[in-house]
């Protein structure tokens, strides 16, 4: 009887130190836990202040494969990733928490491409609908949002002119570029039927990349501020002989039908749509890009001077751009596309470079990779 109590004492020293080391593990954690939320805050401020989302998750998959790395266990390492998964999900909940209240500017109204991918972007914040282009720019500059997403390119019809003159004369920087697929619909009141269609109302690029389509059936256009307005121009008409290019939620949004659906010239629609804020980001790594924004002097070669300068310190050009200056008749500023990071040595060495053949030149911004949404 005695060896038998003896044994049991013996089993629950071991146990109860068990817990004690447990305990004193937890208390560590604690510390460290609220040390890393801290840190969390940091980004939280920063995101906001840049323009960024919460969720990354090429950094997230980057992050797991090198902290599991850390544990030899091969029993513990999966465990160890969830905990780090379960962990990410705090700290990006906690985020959600400290950046409530986000306000994000965009051209249209609910159900426009722009709202669509603001939502896509930061599905926490608030979007706020803006008239037009400008309208939103001057919302983020004037402070009334903490950023503005605003299309720059399609990949069928191309710049969006209006915004990179914003850009141009503007004080904003772009702190990332995001791709958002396209999707366009014919959208007609309910009850309308193709023969009955005459005239086809929408943005002027929703126009374009449908131009075919338009073509064909010999509808007239007639342009309206963009996609989401010209649905709820159809809505109010009321009219068979009237249709609006839009979205899905445009149709949803203002109670009408898609007559047809997938109108685009090609299936490979997307848009490429720009964060603007008034802070600008550092670049982080040497493989993400940068935009730029320059006037040439007006003399024979500067231009080509200017691109040379660009390969020379070892920045790729993907992009470069012409448009006129409103100001100055005949005369152009250029926007520019490059990989690399323009924080480096070398990205001073160039801008330096740039300086001597280059009126206005503007960092618009940098960011580390395009991501589709």
């Known amino acids: ?132 282009f400008a309208a939103a720019y001057r919302a983020v500059e004037e402070g009334r ?11 069928l019809n191309g710049d969006v002119g209006r915004v990179l003159d914003l850009a141009y004369f503007g004080k904003l920087y772009v702190s990332g570029v995001y ?20 005239t086809v109302v929408s943005h002027e690029q929703a126009l374009g990349q449908c131009a075919q389509y338009l073509e064909k059936h010999g509808f007239a256009t007639t342009e309206a501020v963009n996609t989401a307005v010209a649905a709820k121009m159809v809505a109010e008409a009321g009219r068979h002989d009237l249709v609006a290019i839009g979205s899905a939620e445009a149709a949803e949004r203002f109670g009408l039908k898609v007559l047809e659906s997938h109108i685009n010239d090609s299936s ?18 040497d493989d993400g890009r940068f935009l730029m924004l320059f006037s040439v002097n007006n003399a024979a070669g500067s231009l080509g001077r200017a691109i040379n300068v660009i390969g020379e310190y070892g920045f790729n050009l993907l992009a470069l751009k012409s448009r006129p200056r409103k100001e100055l008749a005949w005369e152009y500023y250029f926007y520019a596309e490059s990989e690399g990071n323009i924080a480096s040595e070398q990205g001073r060495k160039m801008l330096d470079a740039l300086r001597s053949c280059c009126n206005d030149l503007k960092v618009l911004g940098s960011y580390e990779r395009e991501v589709r949404v």
């Open 145 to 155: 949002c903490d950023c503005a997403v605003l299309p720059i390119e399609n990949s």
């Open 268 to 285: 490979n629609n997307s848009t490429r749509f720009a964060v603007f804020t008034r802070e600008r980001r550092e670049p982080g790594t």
């Open 1 to 132: 009887m005695g060896r038998i109590w003896k044994e049991r004492v013996d089993f629950m020293t071991e146990l109860e130190q068990a817990r004690a080391v447990i305990s004193e593990a937890d208390r560590e954690m604690a510390k460290l836990f609220t040390k890393r939320m801290e840190a969390v805050r940091t980004v939280a401020a920063y995101k906001r202040a840049h323009g960024l989302p919460i969720t990354d998750r090429s950094r997230e998959e980057e992050m797991l494969r090198e902290e599991a790395g850390l544990i030899e266990d091969e029993t513990l390492r999966p465990f160890y990733v969830s905990f780090l998964k379960e962990t990410i999900g705090i700290s990006k909940r906690y985020q959600h928490r400290l950046m409530d209240g986000l306000r994000v500017a965009y051209s249209g109204v609910e159900g426009a491409f722009a709202n669509i991918a603001a939502q896509k972007i930061f599905p926490d914040a608030t979007a706020m609908p803006y008239a037009d």
């Open 179 to 198: 791709e958002v697929e396209i999707v366009h619909n014919l959208l007609a009141v309910k009850g309308t039927t193709m023969d009955e269609v005459r």
